[in-house]
């Protein structure tokens, strides 16, 4: 009895695992689906990946190791996009990328701050 209940649950296990392999499409979060989705990693570490959903979201982002080897300078870099749609209904696109230098993000809708003033007055010194 227990190994027709053992061979029963390996059918069950190989049954659900091969659901697993065949891709569908994902529901989250306001019923959209997944439409398409890559992810690529690399022997070296390097990876990229996108995706994008019906609703509208697409992001891309790469990633690799910059100066391997060399202790004093590895960073990890990574860069990439995404964009949505706003509630207003445009379609909103940061750039960024991620690097030894810290996180920098652009876009067209990104309030960006004043710029500071010389110091010193005008003339650039002290008085």
Request: net charge positive; aromatic share 8%.
């Given at each position: 009895m227990n190994c027709i209940a053992f061979i029963a649950l390996c059918?069950?296990?190989v049954v659900s695992a091969q659901r697993g392999l065949v891709p569908r499409p994902t529901t989250f979060e306001g019923n959209a689906v997944i439409l398409k989705q890559d992810f690529n990693l690399n022997p070296d570490g390097s990876y990229n990946y996108n995706y994008e959903t019906s609703?509208?979201?697409r992001a891309d982002e790469a990633g690799y190791l910059k100066n391997a080897g060399n202790p004093q300078l590895e960073a990890q870099v990574m860069q990439g996009s995404y964009s949505y749609t706003?509630?207003?209904g445009v379609v909103y696109t940061i750039n960024y990328i991620a690097d030894e230098n810290g996180y920098r993000a652009e876009g067209a809708h990104i309030p960006?701050?004043?710029?500071?003033?010389?110091?010193?007055?005008?003339?650039?010194?002290?008085f």
């Open positions: 059918c069950f296990a609703n509208g979201i706003g509630p207003d960006t701050p004043p710029p500071v003033p010389a110091v010193g007055g005008p003339r650039g010194r002290f």
